[in-house]
């Protein structure tokens, strides 16, 4: 029997809990539709080029997991095939726990979050560190304002998307103060219009 993309995530172990649990037969009829996709698409692409924001999960061999948040620039996250994403590594607290763990286990996820439109993506694959290629990293550090010390690729395998459930709907700080400076403009537009009217009635 081919093995599904999804696989990767259901174990045998996690599909004794959905068959327990009343979800297999759900899975099993997406699996033999296609299940999920292990290439990235288009309109994913495009949603990786406007996050400025991801968590990226290692863990040693022996199996102790770590997350870790990566934060840039919209599009610091490159996308450098259909199966491929790229960042540049930067200094940090020098624990090197990300480093350390893909030393001895290339396995890694990313997990995206977009909370202006409730949109979460998981990606599950393996990760290398690349210390010694200068054009990937200057091509993977373009817009930063920061040092970088090597780049890091993920080699996609599969990922999915979850539903909108329980996301709380933030907007970023930027989008917030545009949003005022429009209402802003809108009033003092508004004033002088009263204005103007005051004084052509008087």
């Not at 599904?4 to 099993?28: H, L, N, T, Y």
């Not at 395998?157 to 539903?163: L, T």
Request: aromatic fraction near 8%; hydrophobic fraction near 40%; charge should be neutral.
């Amino acid at each position: 029997m081919t093995r599904a993309v999804s696989d990767i995530a259901f174990s045998p172990s996690v599909k004794v809990q959905q068959e327990k649990r009343g979800s297999r037969a759900m899975f099993e009829r997406a699996e033999r539709h296609g299940g999920w996709p292990d290439a990235i698409t288009p309109d994913l692409a495009r949603f990786i080029a406007g996050q400025r924001s991801f968590y990226l999960a290692t863990a040693s061999a022996d199996g102790q997991p770590y997350i870790q948040h990566r934060g840039g620039p919209a599009g610091f996250l490159k996308v450098i095939d259909d199966r491929t994403l790229g960042f540049a590594d930067y200094g940090g607290n020098r624990q090197y726990i990300t480093l350390g763990n893909l030393a001895e286990n290339p396995r890694a996820f990313i997990f995206l979050m977009d909370y202006a439109h409730r949109i979460r993506i998981k990606l599950w694959g393996t990760a290398d560190v690349v210390e010694d290629d200068g054009a990937l990293l200057q091509k993977l550090s373009e817009g930063a304002n920061a040092a970088p010390q090597r780049s890091i690729l993920f080699r996609l395998e599969a990922w999915d998307r979850n539903c909108s459930q329980h996301i709380p709907q933030l907007i970023p700080i930027d989008a917030v103060q545009s949003m005022a400076n429009d209402f802003e403009a809108r009033i003092a537009a508004l004033q002088a219009e009263i204005a103007s009217l005051k004084t052509t009635s008087s």
